[in-house]
């Protein structure tokens, strides 16, 4: 009895242990929050060319929202972003990773939309091309925040993404030829 349960003791550790615990980062986690209800408006430009960001052509705001969650084929939970200007999108967290992903029910696959874990001067591929520019402040909402900013590959300096610790998505330019800007207005 004794040997058996020298055996059995050890193995059962064995298979306790084989699984990899990962906990949430939640400082990373904060520059993308995600929970039912978040909402945020935009307002956005759109230029024309010859010149980049220049020749105002539109000049809107839009609603985003996250209005649930949803099981996707490939058995994954993503949030639903519903808004008023673009189709519904679907994004999730990888815990382990800090990988954001986001799902195309047209394809039925998933691309990196970005990596809360990357450096600055990291490269996320996925959907695009990114790089982390870096990290800085801006005041929103009456008080200083933390602003991260990432540079599409072909273009770091004139296609940025930004977001907002504790916010999110604050907004992008892609000013290259003509081009348009997206600001964060305001969320709840």
């Known amino acids: 009895m004794m040997k058996l349960l020298f055996i059995v003791i050890p193995v059962f550790l064995i298979f306790c242990e084989s699984g990899s615990t990962f906990s949430w980062d939640s400082t990373a986690a904060k520059y993308y929050p995600l929970q039912i209800g978040n909402s945020w408006t935009y307002n956005r430009l759109v230029f024309s060319g010859p010149s980049p960001c220049t020749n105002l052509t539109e000049n809107f705001y839009y609603r985003v929202a996250i209005t649930g969650d949803t099981l996707m084929p490939n058995n994954k939970r993503y949030f639903v972003f519903q808004s008023t200007y673009l189709s519904n999108v679907y994004r999730r967290i990888d815990s382990a990773s800090m990988n954001i992903y986001q799902y195309s029910t047209s394809s039925g696959n998933e691309c ?42 072909a273009c770091p300096a004139q296609c940025l993404r930004k977001f907002v610790l504790g916010i999110g998505y604050y907004g992008d330019e892609q000013c290259v030829t003509g081009g348009s800007r997206t600001t964060l207005n305001g969320c709840v």
């Open 112 to 153: 990196k939309y970005d990596s809360l874990f990357a450096a600055p001067g990291n490269f996320i591929s996925g959907c695009n091309i990114y790089v982390l520019n870096g990290f800085s402040t801006i005041s929103f909402g009456g008080s200083i925040r933390s602003l991260r900013t990432l540079g599409a590959g």
